[in-house]
Nanobody
Framework: QVQLVESGGELVQPGGSLRLSCAASGSVFSINAMGWYRRAPGKERAWVGTITRSGSTNYGDSVKGRFTISRDNAKNTVYLQMSSLKPEDTAVYYC??????????????WGQGTQVIVSS
């Protein structure tokens, strides 16, 4: 069984910074792409960004230049460093990962979500 567990969401003031973490655990053999989505209140889920195993990144237009995704392959963990936060960044943030488990089965996994609120 594979699990993704996120942490780091909290209330932060506009202009502030926050770092989210997402760790994969369980029967993980290898992890390919990892990344983040978010769902703002009353809106559809939106892609935030993706990082490949080698560290190449891509970002959605709304966060480009403000958010940075990184990963630690030894810890099976992906991070989302958010800066210059705006109220419109308020959302539940979900991590995802393309994982091959110990049985050789490839599947996409999702975290449970962590709430980020940007407000004064």
């Amino acid at each position: 069984q594979v699990q993704l567990v996120e942490s780091g969401g909290e209330l932060v003031q506009p202009g502030g910074s926050l770092r989210l973490s997402c760790a994969a655990s369980g029967s993980v053999f290898s992890i390919n792409a990892m990344g983040w989505y978010r769902r703002a209140p009353g809106k559809e889920r939106a892609w935030v960004g993706t990082i490949t195993r080698s560290g190449s990144t891509n970002y959605g237009d709304s966060v480009k230049g403000r958010f940075t995704i990184s990963r630690d392959n030894a810890k099976n963990t992906v991070y989302l460093q958010m800066s210059s936060l705006k109220p419109e960044d308020t959302a539940v943030y979900y991590c995802f990962a393309a994982i091959i488990d110990s049985s050789g089965v490839w599947a996409d996994y999702w975290g449970q979500g962590t709430q980020v609120i940007v407000s004064s």
